[in-house]
């Protein structure tokens, strides 16, 4: 953005950017931009996999801890 100020403000001769280069560019980042939320998708869900095995080893580890601690006190 700030280049485009700068490109804008500066007294030198300006470009003539073709409407179809713009909206390539525009179609080409709507496709990145639904790749990236696909991905964050696919991430969430990993983490939420990864959470949910961390807890279950978690409740493992508590039985375990719990187990020994009762045949000590028996």
Do not use: G, Q
């Not at 490109?7 to 790749?35: P, Q, Y």
């Not at 949910?52 to 006190?73: C, G, H, P, Y």
Request: aromatic residues 10%; glycine residues 0%.
């Amino acid at each position: 953005m700030i280049n485009f100020i700068k490109w804008f403000f500066s007294s030198t001769k300006k470009e003539i950017v073709c409407e179809s280069d713009v909206f390539t560019k525009i179609v080409e980042l709507e496709n990145r931009i639904t790749k990236l939320e696909e991905e964050n998708i696919e991430t969430t869900n990993t983490l939420y996999e990864l959470m949910n095995s961390i807890d279950a080893v978690d409740v493992r580890i508590d039985i375990l801890t719990a187990e020994k601690w009762i045949d000590k006190n028996v």
